[in-house]
Structure formats: structure tokens, C-alpha cells
């Protein structure tokens, strides 16, 4: 298994570019959730789902857009980037909510 | 949502000493996690203890849940170079939510 898989690993975006995250497990997961980690910080809660069709928000939602139309894949899209959105981001799944979290290596994104 | 505050901030120790980091939540909870995270990388998972448990051993790790009083503590004994890293608890509730983390330094 792969485990959970995040493209790219690095991005540099200039202001009010759009672009996808991608994040992929292929452990049957029915839990995926995108977290931010800003430098020295902790991580912050942007969305998650429960299964395929479900979404929700987390902590800090604005800015960023999910979706789930398969168990597999959960993707974070930035529709309009910011300087305020650099930052690195993981994506983490679980078989169900509240259990064993596996994370992604993350990606390191730079807007300009 | 449910944030786990994790005490101290930071912890520097001495190899071979152990590192106790605690963390508190403030409503019920399912269970409660604890990661590691080393150099900007992903979390690992570490344990996972059950509300219905009052402590758990992994290795040299050993983890306390006490839900009267809303705490968990993680005991890391005879602690190595290799346990450098930033530790974080995530307790289990309808959002998961991590706290700032313990950033612990084991020096030689």
C-alpha cells in the first residue's frame, strides 16, 4: 500500500492563481481531512469528510474549497490564492472518524 | 471544536532522562491520540487511548488518560537524540483539532 499520497510537494503560486491539491489513500478510508501547518505552529483544521459525498468544515474553511466524489481521493482547491496561504499543508485519512490517523508528506505552498 | 492544549511549550532534557508532556481538553471525548512530528514532516501516529482506559504502554511510551479531569499526560522514559521532535495530542470529539504541541529537544 501507498498509504496516504499529496502532489505536488512543493508549489509556488503568484497571487489570485487558482490551483488543486491533491491528496490519495488507498486503504479504504472512509475519514480524509486537510490540515495547514504554519512555521512553528500547529496544525489547523481546514475541511474533512466522513465518506464519499460528505464534507465539512474545519477550523479555517475560508479560502479553500473540497469535495469527495470517491472514497479514494480528496482534493483542497484554492480558488484565488493569497500571500496569507503559504503555508504547509497535509493531508490525513482514517478508517473511521477519531481513529489512527495516517498523514500525507505534506505540501510546501509560496504565494507571491 | 475540541482543541487539546498541550504543556509545556517546550521541553529540553538531557539524554537518558524521561520527558513528561501533558495535555487538556475541555468537553468528553471518545479516546485521545498522541503524534509526533519530526522536522516539518508528517505526523506519526503514537497511541491511542480509550476513555474507558486509564493508561496504556507502548515501548518506552506510556500514556495516562484521566477524564475527571479533562488531562493526559505522555511519559517518554530513557528518552534518546532520536525523540527530538514536536509532540501533539488529539482528543477524539466531533472535530479534530490539534493544539500548538510540545516541541521536545533531547540533548547529548
Known amino acids: 500500500n501507498a498509504g496516504v499520497t499529496q502532489t505536488p510537494k512543493f508549489q509556488v503560486l503568484k497571487t489570485g492563481q487558482s490551483m488543486t491539491l491533491q491528496c490519495a489513500q488507498d486503504?479504504?478510508?472512509?475519514?480524509m481531512s486537510w490540515y495547514r501547518q504554519d512555521p512553528g505552529m500547529g496544525l489547523r483544521l481546514i475541511h474533512y469528510?466522513?465518506?464519499?459525498?460528505?464534507?465539512d468544515q474545519g477550523e479555517v474553511p475560508n479560502g479553500y474549497n473540497v469535495s469527495r466524489s470517491t472514497t479514494e481521493d480528496f482534493p483542497l482547491r484554492l480558488l484565488s490564492a493569497a500571500p496569507s496561504q503559504t503555508s504547509v499543508y497535509f493531508c490525513?485519512?482514517?478508517?473511521?472518524?477519531?481513529?489512527?490517523?495516517?498523514f500525507g508528506s505534506g505540501t510546501q505552498l509560496s504565494v507571491l | 471544536s475540541q482543541q487539546g492544549e498541550e504543556d509545556p511549550q517546550a521541553l529540553s532534557i538531557q539524554e537518558g532522562e524521561n520527558a513528561t508532556m501533558n495535555c487538556s481538553y475541555k468537553?468528553?471525548?471518545?479516546?485521545l491520540q498522541w503524534y509526533r512530528q519530526n522536522s516539518g514532516r508528517g505526523l506519526v501516529h503514537l497511541i491511542l487511548?480509550?476513555?474507558?482506559?486509564r493508561e496504556k504502554h507502548s515501548g518506552r511510551l506510556r500514556v495516562t488518560l484521566d477524564t475527571s479531569k479533562k488531562s493526559s499526560s505522555l511519559l517518554i522514559t530513557a528518552s534518546r537524540a532520536a525523540d527530538t521532535a514536536s509532540y501533539f495530542c488529539?482528543?477524539?470529539?466531533?472535530?479534530?483539532?490539534f493544539g500548538q504541541g510540545t516541541r521536545l529537544t533531547i540533548n547529548p
Open positions: 490525513a485519512s482514517s478508517y473511521n472518524m477519531g481513529e489512527k490517523l495516517f
Open positions: 486503504m479504504n478510508h472512509e475519514y
Open positions: 469528510s466522513v465518506g464519499a459525498g460528505i464534507t
Open positions: 468537553t468528553s471525548i471518545n479516546n
Open positions: 487511548i480509550r476513555s474507558n482506559e
Open positions: 488529539l482528543p477524539g470529539a466531533q472535530k479534530l483539532v
